[in-house]
């Protein structure tokens, strides 16, 4: 149990739920806002991370290009996956987007020349290689910490990761509250007046596709320094899922929701890797893991059952249509 | 070459297709996309083979009591948790993430109970039926002829019986339904009975072609008879049909060497996405579905 009066382990968890937020405001600023029902973040994560880290070792970029170049790609990708989908009916437009982010998954894992394939990023330059994408990171992340006087590298990406969260939730709250931002809840709410009233419904919807997508990209960048090593295996659907039950157990069309409920979700997946007391304790270490995941579907479950508006959300604004 | 695809492809589609009639239903039915669905598949494979290794009861029987097994557990996940959501009108995102955490309990409960390893039913893997130049394993063999059965056996119970009738008029239109003075709990009960011997039945089947399952298949299996689902029109049961022939014919096929080259066959999976979201660009509502606002 002493794990749990490590710093070190807080930190991780920390980390985790700052990534968390990134990822899951992607689909706040899709769902929260706009309406749209992204079933695939977690394939517009993969792209993030696979392009940073393709542009690091193969192309030889530095970083701080190669970062921005991958949100980029993960928003281009956004539109890409928009064009020919956002006009179906919501439901179609949630399984056509699992689908895309099971292709991703699905590309990565056998484009051995392309990605490294299943063994993961350590096979980027060829089997055997041991590619590595997250030299410069370190050395930033040292950098920062001698500035700040931080030995502990974990408590760096801590602030970093924190501060880059923070950063874009402000200015999504700010995009909220701006002209556009209301446009986007009035589709939300009503798309045939809105598209009455002569905005380019279509136009709005691909925007914050794109802008959730990059989010995840981001994220997907984040993640990818914060382990320094990835494989397709990371982008399972489940993540996507992951990101919806913070969504909600945050409250759905509230933007500081989102880090409230990254947080609780951290929480609850970290603490319950110590369950120890009975009934728990005659389970081994692999068993414990599906009750893990057990406990994690009960709580979507019961949150849709007893409280669809999140814990800081508004009955009046959203519930769970 | 060509004929032997197809057959298999045949295998492939009339699995997809009998899950997919499920989803749809019950999408049609109460506006449930059933994300448990691969998980009930599972569990179906799971009940058949405590059946049919553990128990050492015949093939046949071991499919029959997975059927039954997957309709009873379908029934009950009704009365806990649907009857009670619908009661509390939550909407269709809330159930669908109600759906998430199904397919996740459902499929960790199989992981506590059978473990990660791979599994086979216990019949002859190696006997082989060679018509003409097509070969067919035992298990596709019995796979073509028990989805024909099961097939038509549900086109006619749609089709021609009166519960079929009520529950396609349900679909189409339920305010007008209820109007007309239909029993919608019984029809709710049916629906969720159909949809786990489906479920049952093509967990059975699919675990029977793939020679070995484990507790993740389902799932694999549960996006491309989305993908059949969406490709036939959400809620059109007959589209749910074609669209998983369509597919499993679609995905096989593709790997021809007639076909340009063909594509390589670790991309089978990529072509059945391919295929539905060309489908949905030429035609938004699916194959089967009726042309709707919003």
Not at chain 1, 103 to 125: F, H, K, Y
Not at chain 1, 138 to 161: P, S, T, Y
Not at chain 2, 99 to 114: D, K, N, P, T, Y
Request: hydrophobic share 55%; glycine share 12%; aromatic share 12%.
């Amino acid at each position: 149990m002493n794990v749990l009066s490590s710093g070190e382990f807080w930190a991780f968890v920390g980390v985790m739920a700052g990534i968390y937020t990134l990822f899951t405001l992607g689909l706040q600023v899709q769902f929260g806002l706009a309406g749209l029902l992204n079933f695939g973040q977690v394939g517009f994560m993969a792209i993030g991370a696979y392009t940073m880290a393709i542009l690091v070792t193969k192309v030889g970029w530095s970083m701080w290009l190669a970062a921005p170049l991958a949100v980029g790609a993960a928003a281009l990708a956004g539109v890409l996956v928009g064009l020919p989908t956002l006009r179906l009916r919501g439901d179609y437009f949630a399984i056509v987007t699992i689908a895309f982010s099971e292709i991703v998954r699905w590309v990565a894992t056998n484009e051995d020349g392309l990605t490294g394939g299943s063994q993961g990023t350590i096979n980027l330059t060829g089997q055997g290689t041991a590619a590595q994408y997250n030299g410069q990171w370190e050395r930033f992340q040292r950098w920062v910490g001698a500035q700040l006087h931080i030995a502990d590298k974990d408590v760096v990406m801590l602030l970093l990761v924190w501060s880059a969260a923070l950063l874009l939730l402000w200015l999504t709250a700010r995009l909220a509250r701006t002209p556009w931002g209301r446009v986007l809840r009035a589709i939300r709410e009503d798309e045939e007046a809105t598209s009455s009233l002569g905005k380019h419904v279509f136009v709005y919807r691909l925007q914050a596709l794109a802008i959730g997508a990059g989010m995840a990209g981001l994220a997907g960048c984040v993640y990818a320094w914060q382990f320094s090593f990835f494989s397709p295996d990371d982008f399972q659907p489940l993540i996507t899922f992951f990101g919806w039950m913070i969504l909600i157990l945050g409250g759905v069309g509230r933007v500081w929701a989102v880090p409230v409920g990254a947080a609780v979700f951290g929480f609850l997946f970290a603490a319950t890797r110590f369950f120890d007391f009975a009934p728990f304790s005659y389970l081994d270490s692999a068993d414990r893991a599906y009750v893990r995941l057990m406990v994690i579907g009960l709580v979507i479950i019961g949150l849709v059952v007893f409280r669809p508006q999140g814990l800081l959300g508004r009955r009046d604004e959203m519930v769970l249509e | 070459m060509f004929t032997q695809l197809l057959v298999n492809g045949l295998v492939t589609g009339s699995v997809y297709a009998i899950a997919a009639v499920g989803v749809s239903l019950v999408y049609g039915i109460l506006r449930l996309v059933n994300f448990a669905y691969g998980d009930m598949m599972t569990f179906g494979a799971f009940a058949g083979y405590f059946a049919n290794a553990t128990l050492g009861l015949p093939m046949l029987v071991s499919a029959a009591f997975a059927m039954i097994a997957a309709a009873l557990l379908s029934v009950a996940l009704d009365v806990v948790l649907w009857r009670p959501l619908r009661l509390r009108r939550a909407g269709f995102m809330g159930l669908f993430l109600a759906s998430i955490g199904v397919a996740l309990v459902l499929r960790q409960a199989i992981l506590l109970v059978w473990g990660p390893q791979p599994r086979a039913f216990e019949i002859n893997q190696f006997k082989v039926y060679v018509l003409g130049d097509v070969r067919l394993s035992l298990a596709q063999a019995a796979t073509i002829v028990s989805a024909t059965i099961a097939i038509l056996a549900i086109g006619l119970f749609l089709s021609r019986s009166s519960t079929g009738r009520v529950m396609r008029a349900m679909s189409d239109d339920r305010a007008l339904a209820q109007l007309s003075g239909i029993d919608v709990n019984r029809v709710i009960v049916v629906t969720w009975v159909i949809s786990g011997v489906t479920a049952g039945l093509a967990g059975v089947l699919a675990g029977l072609v793939q020679s070995t399952f484990d507790p993740n298949f389902g799932f694999q299996l549960l996006l491309p008879v989305f993908a059949a689902v969406v490709l036939g029109g959400i809620g059109s049961a007959y589209g749910a049909l074609a669209g998983g022939l369509v597919l499993g014919v679609a995905t096989e096929l593709s790997t021809w060497e007639g076909f340009a080259g063909g594509v390589d066959p670790v991309y089978k999976p990529v072509v059945a996405f391919v295929v539905l979201i060309i489908a949905l660009m030429l035609r938004p509502q699916g194959l089967f579905g009726k042309a709707r606002t919003v």
